[in-house]
């Protein structure tokens, strides 16, 4: 087994200059009045998997999760996360969400993390993020895309508010290899 630190490019924790766009949530105001009060402006769902190979060993990373922003910018929802090639599994809310086209941003915190090593329990209350691509539905389209986790270890720059509000093009697309993802913006 692996510690989730030692896995060697399993997740990135990195001090990174991130991107600068301005992406803002809706305000209530901002929108038509479909989108006042409590009404959904965003949501993004997907499960799935993707292989990965950590410290020579190959095995499916499994997901899923739920993320719904509301017009008065509140976001809510839940993850899972199996990295079975490294043997550990970290679960917990979303607490940020942003889409720009068919990409979307996702932060949370880690609230669980089930892994033989103790260390690793550091890492509950931890902000955490990743990035993802909706390519259609049909069987001709591309494969959806999606990232590894990254955790805010010691000395991160990046939050998974600042994640989320930023939208950097970093940690590295693999495609789903079974599941879908789907990102609707309202």
Do not use: K
């Not at 600068?20 to 769902?45: I, M, N, Y």
């Not at 993020?129 to 991160?156: C, H, I, K, M, Y």
């Amino acid at each position: 087994m692996h510690s989730i630190r030692g896995a060697g490019g399993l997740v990135l924790g990195l001090a990174v200059a991130a991107c600068t766009d301005d992406h803002a949530a809706l305000a209530p105001e901002a929108g038509p009045p479909a989108l006042q009060a409590g009404a959904v402006a965003a949501s993004v769902t997907g499960s799935g998997h993707h292989t990965r190979i950590v410290a020579g060993v190959e095995g499916l990373t499994t997901f899923s999760f739920s993320a719904i922003r509301r017009a008065d910018g509140t976001t809510s929802g839940q993850y899972q996360y199996d990295f079975r090639a490294a043997g550990f599994s970290v679960h917990g809310p979303v607490t940020c969400l942003s889409i720009r086209g068919n990409e979307a941003w996702i932060g949370g915190t880690v609230g669980d993390i089930n892994s033989p090593d103790p260390e690793d329990q550091s890492l509950v209350g931890v902000d955490m993020w990743w990035r993802l691509q909706d390519n259609g539905e049909g069987a001709g389209d591309a494969p959806d895309l999606t990232t590894g986790v990254g955790f805010a270890f010691p000395g991160s720059t990046i939050t998974a508010e600042s994640w989320c509000r930023d939208q950097p093009a970093l940690l590295i697309l693999r495609e789903v290899e079974s599941g879908n993802i789907l990102v609707r913006a309202q």
